[in-house]
T-cell receptor
Framework: DAGVTQSPTHLIKTRGQQVTLRCSPK?????VSWYQQALGQGPQFIFQ???????QRGNFPDRFSGHQFPNYSSELNVNALLLGDSALYLC???????????FGPGTRLTVL | AQSVSQHNHHVILSEAASLELGCNYS??????LFWYVQYPGQHLQLLLK????DPLVKGIKGFEAEFIKSKFSFNLRKPSVQWSDTAEYFC???????????WGAGTKLIIKP
């Protein structure tokens, strides 16, 4: 049974570019949350998708957007990249209203 | 504002020592509390969780945590640590009907063999 998978593993972009990160949830899970983890800090909640809708959003600008597909997989898009967007981006999946979240390995984004 | 504070950023212990990692939160209302662990080179994984009931919860690998509502605390404990417990430990909280997890900054634990 595959856990949460994310792609790509690493990504290098330059300022101003756009990036798309992908996540496949654990089998049986229908909810996907995205987090940003800067070096030396805990994860920061970006948003959560459920039933293909953004259910809740953290304190991130509109440059951060997402999508959830009918098969529950999800994408995180970041436009107009800034140096400060360099971080580990984590995807977590869960079921419906369950609080326990299962995490993927993350995508390390470096913005030069 | 909702927040989670972990008291120590780095802890170094010898094998067989007892461990207590502090976690305090600021959150109005009913809370759900979690400890996650990240072993070197691995994903974040759930160590234990508290939703309701007995405030002393037991998790994997001999870890336990106690929820003290009056102190807004959820400290993690282990009576005797092993070298394999070397990892980073994160405390997190959310509230009922609030889907986002609020995280502490993490505690890096190093166990000397």
């Amino acid at each position: 049974d595959a856990g949460v998978t994310q792609s790509p593993t690493h990504l290098i972009k330059t300022r101003g570019q756009q990036v798309t990160l992908r996540c496949s949830p654990k089998s049986g899970h229908d909810t996907v949350s995205w987090y940003q983890q800067a070096l030396g800090q805990g994860p920061q909640f970006i948003f959560q998708y459920y039933e293909e809708e953004e259910r809740q959003r953290g304190n991130f600008p509109d440059r951060f957007s997402g999508h959830q597909f009918p098969n529950y997989s999800s994408e995180l898009n970041v436009n107009a990249l800034l140096l400060g967007d360099s971080a580990l981006y984590l995807c977590a999946s869960s079921t419906g209203t369950a609080n326990e979240q299962f995490f993927g390995p993350g995508t390390r984004l470096t913005v030069l | 504002a909702q927040s989670v504070s972990q008291h120590n950023h780095h802890v170094i212990l010898s094998e067989a020592a007892s461990l207590e990692l502090g976690c305090n939160y600021s959150y109005g209302g009913t809370v759900n509390l979690f400890w996650y662990v990240q072993y070197p080179g691995q994903h974040l994984q759930l160590l234990l969780k508290y939703f309701s009931g007995d405030p002393l919860v037991k998790g994997i690998k001999g870890f336990e945590a106690e929820f003290i509502k009056s102190k807004f605390s959820f400290n993690l404990r282990k009576p005797s640590v092993q070298w394999s417990d070397t990892a980073e430990y994160f405390c997190a909280v959310n509230g009922d009907s609030n889907y986002q997890l609020i995280w502490g900054a993490g505690t890096k634990l190093i166990i000397k063999p």
